[in-house]
């Protein structure tokens, strides 16, 4: 008999700690897993705080199980894991990189009781052209194409993600971020915006939007050295110090 759920990446696996009455819902990027953000989740469970760290569906498994989902069942999990959060901590703060920024704004926008909300190098908006790029590599008959992870400057450093982008999943995160659009200035909750400018997976102006249109009290942060996977390139350290500073902040009177 074979096991129709696929092997997770070792390192790819979800985490969750218990921790204090504060709460941290930490949420990685397309095509990646956990792994990119386990040193942010690591950090606040070390400070005391709870976390949830879920391995988002399609991910961390293989390229084939990913063809198969869209944003609904990321978006699904995300707030499955908020709410398993919630039930166990008086305040929540969400953390969030490229996709996992997406769904920390849409969250921001669903929750407007969240203490804080922080986007590392987000998605909010299609980039211009991509879904036309993408919508002719479909028509074409392919499904894949090239891999978009592990963007990092740092030497040596490589991401756990995949090596291929099935497509039609990328055009439901493309349809998801246009929709976000609309909704980002829902965002009341405190906001902490950290930007790489040299990004080349997601365009830095994304963050401009986001800091632009949401409605509560925004924080910039500019990732000078690192590019797209921040948290795990030259300025992940600061990141973490970054991070830990605004739940603490966000959550002092509580």
């Known amino acids: ?54 391995r988002l569906p399609g991910h961390g498994t293989t390229v084939e199980d990913l063809a198969g989902t869209t944003w609904a069942d990321w978006l699904a999990e995300a707030e499955a894991a908020y709410q398993r959060l919630a039930s166990r901590s008086e305040q929540v703060v969400v953390v969030g990189l490229s996709m996992g920024g997406a769904l920390t704004a849409w ?12 986007c590392i190098n987000p998605i909010v908006s299609t980039p211009e052209g991509m879904r036309e790029a993408v919508e002719q590599v479909l028509e074409s008959g392919a499904d894949r194409m090239a891999a978009i992870g592990s963007d990092i400057a740092k030497p040596g450093v490589v991401e756990s993600s995949y090596e291929e982008t099935p497509l039609r999943p990328l055009l439901s995160l493309f349809d998801a971020a246009s ?29 401009d939007l ?45």
């Open 1 to 54: 008999m074979t096991d129709e759920t696929p092997a997770t990446i070792p390192g790819a696996e979800p985490w969750s700690h218990e921790g204090g009455p504060v709460g941290v819902l930490v949420l990685h990027g397309f095509t990646g897993n956990p792994s990119s953000m386990r040193p942010v989740a690591e950090a606040v469970a070390a400070a005391g705080h709870g976390v949830e760290l879920p």
């Open 210 to 254: 986001l800091a632009q249109r949401a409605a509560g009290p925004v924080e910039r942060m500019t990732c000078d050295r690192s590019y797209h996977v921040a948290t795990l390139d030259y300025d992940g350290e600061a990141i973490v110090a970054a991070v830990l500073d605004f739940v603490q902040k966000v959550t002092a009177a509580g």
């Open 179 to 207: 929709e976000l659009d609309g909704r980002l200035s829902s965002i009341t909750s405190p906001l902490l915006v950290i930007t790489s400018p040299q990004d080349h997976v997601v365009p830095p102006e994304n963050s």
């Open 107 to 118: 969250l921001g926008a669903e929750h407007p009781e969240v203490a804080g909300l922080v």
